[in-house]
């Protein structure tokens, strides 16, 4: 799988934002792992936006390894999904966590429009403390580069956040992170086939 002469991927990729969660509903930024690892769970909506998402977007689909992030909105997403889907394995993992909003965690959530602005045009924005783009984008191929390396021929489904998932897709079209606001919005739940642009090298998945 990959682009003619570019990037060539051993397993087929999904990516999923996780279920609507109790952050969603109140309006809040849940990203450091002091809130997000034990709080901020799925909502029962949550819970059913993740078994309807599944049951349409990963019908028929066999081999199927989750990837999610160990936050619990994410582990909770996959656990409703597991009980719907074929999955073979479950991975819970740091490299798909949240972007960590540095002084804006806890805030409200209008605050993700100034982190998105200061990071126009510049992948290593880390005004008040946020995690930069450039830094997101190199964890969530690692990520991707940890499946690569341990499964072949497998579907991998990647469960993790909006802004994680935003820039990873952002890399697969071969964009800079910072332009990961270019693209339309995942929203809770949804699932997205990601695939290699035609002559797409990332180094950060070279074997």
């Known amino acids: ?36 690892l034990n709080s901020c769970g799925l909502t029962p909506e949550g819970v059913r936006q993740a078994r309807e998402a599944a049951s349409k977007s990963l019908a028929g689909e066999r081999d199927i ?30 490299l798909l966590r949240e972007r960590f909003f540095g002084t804006y965690d806890g805030g409200d959530d209008t605050l993700y429009q100034e982190v998105w602005r200061a990071d126009w045009g510049n992948p290593y924005n880390q005004e008040a403390g946020v995690e930069s783009p450039a830094a997101v984008r190199l964890r969530a191929l690692a990520a991707v580069h940890e499946c690569e390396r341990r499964y072949k021929g497998r579907t991998i489904l990647l469960i993790s956040h909006g802004d994680t998932l935003q820039i990873l897709f952002a890399a697969f079209l071969g964009l800079s992170p910072e332009r990961h606001r270019e693209m339309e919005p995942i929203k809770n ?9 035609d002559g797409l090298r990332l180094k950060e998945l070279e074997p």
């Open 189 to 197: 739940a949804e699932i997205r086939r990601i695939v290699p642009i």
């Open 65 to 94: 390894v989750v990837c999610s992030s160990d936050f619990l909105r994410a582990r909770q997403t996959s656990e409703a999904i597991a009980k719907i889907l074929p999955i073979e394995e479950t991975i819970h993992t740091p």
């Open 1 to 36: 799988m990959g682009g003619r002469n570019g990037l060539r991927l051993k397993n087929s990729y999904y990516i999923m934002r996780h279920g609507q969660s109790e952050a969603n509903i109140g309006r809040y930024i849940c990203s450091s792992p002091a809130g997000g």
